[in-house]
């Protein structure tokens, strides 16, 4: 615990972010010799307390985040404050991850394995779903239309890897205060990856560093909604979810389960709402 004129506790970190974009020569149609970005990808291995988890293909540029997001959405650990240090060496592509007492579980969520269709992570440990019945979101929370289109507007025009080399995925965390008011859908974390579990990681990751709470927040995606994107977002108490992309049939029922506002196929003006209608205030 800390003293309250204390710092809230974080774990050592290093800062070993990879350059997101490397330059290759491509041909183009006309024939013409050109020099063009391309996105990393680098094998990062996760070692918890000497013991191997697995491996993680990432762009590279939050991996200290990425390994602690990992831990906490796949329910490894309980608290950022379990954590003594992350350390990344790109030399040996591996992270170390050093808690306080071991992972709980460990060797029973690793013999059961689910593959996903997350690229740049092919498996969850354990049951996801287990646990989604105490899954509890605010339930005063609203999005309004103007705040949504807010974001929209925002995303688009953020400087993204994706506009300079395409092959990733983006996430962003955004403030849900009404639009017209300071800070309105203000984005708070903006991270991307050559997957978009691994971006959605990332994030979780640092919001348990920075003790940020998700129940006031928006949380945006570029990639589709499948049930484990879903269940990350209510797991970091986050009430709305929006993606550029399309739904899973079961991220779907998971999100009406939980009471998610789901929305998807979001560019410009238009979007779908599909869950959680209750919350949103489109006349507004």
Same mark, same amino acid.
């Given at each position: ?30 024939g013409v010799?050109r ?5 990393g ?10 013991? &191997? ?11 200290e985040?990425l390994?602690?997001g ?6 490894l650990?309980?608290s ?30 690793t013999?059961k394995?689910?593959?996903t ?5 092919g498996? =969850? ?5 287990e646990?989604?019945?105490?899954v ?7 999005l309004?239309?103007?705040?949504l ?7 688009? =025009? ?9 092959? =990733? ?7 849900n ?8 859908? &203000?984005?708070?974390?903006?991270? &991307? ?18 003790? =940020? ?17 879903v269940?990350?977002?209510?797991q970091?108490?986050i ?6 992309s ?39």
């Amino acid at each position: 615990m800390n003293a309250p004129d204390e710092a809230p506790y974080r774990p050592l970190l290093t800062n070993a972010a990879r350059p997101s974009t490397f330059s290759v020569t491509a041909v183009d149609e006309a024939g013409v010799e050109r020099t063009t970005p391309v996105a990393g990808e680098h094998p990062l291995t996760l070692f918890v307390d000497k013991q &191997e988890v697995l491996t993680l293909m990432t762009l590279g540029a939050a991996p200290e985040a990425l390994a602690i997001g990992y831990l906490r959405n796949q329910r490894l650990l309980a608290s950022v404050d379990d954590i003594v240090s992350v350390q990344v060496d790109w030399d040996v592509n591996a992270v170390v991850v050093r808690t306080r007492s071991g992972l709980s579980d460990l060797e029973a969520k690793t013999q059961k394995r689910t593959r996903t269709t997350g690229c740049g992570q092919g498996t =969850v440990f354990g049951d996801l779903m287990e646990d989604i019945d105490n899954v509890r979101l605010p339930a005063g929370a609203t999005l309004t239309r103007a705040t949504l289109y807010a974001l929209l507007d925002r995303v688009r =025009v953020h400087e993204t890897i994706y506009k300079q080399a395409g092959a =990733v995925h983006g996430c962003a965390l955004a403030t849900n205060a009404p639009a017209g008011a300071a800070g309105a859908a &203000e984005i708070l974390m903006f991270v &991307e990856d050559v997957g978009r579990h691994n971006a959605v990681d990332a994030i979780a990751g640092r919001m348990w560093l920075d003790r =940020v709470d998700g129940a006031d927040k928006i949380f945006y995606t570029t990639g589709r909604l499948t049930s484990e994107m879903v269940i990350k977002a209510a797991q970091m108490g986050i009430p709305f979810l929006v993606s550029r992309s399309g739904l899973t049939q079961m991220g779907y029922e998971i999100a009406q389960k939980v009471g998610l506002t789901m929305i998807g196929r979001a560019t410009h003006r238009h979007f779908l709402l599909f869950t959680g209608g209750q919350r949103f205030r489109g006349d507004e």
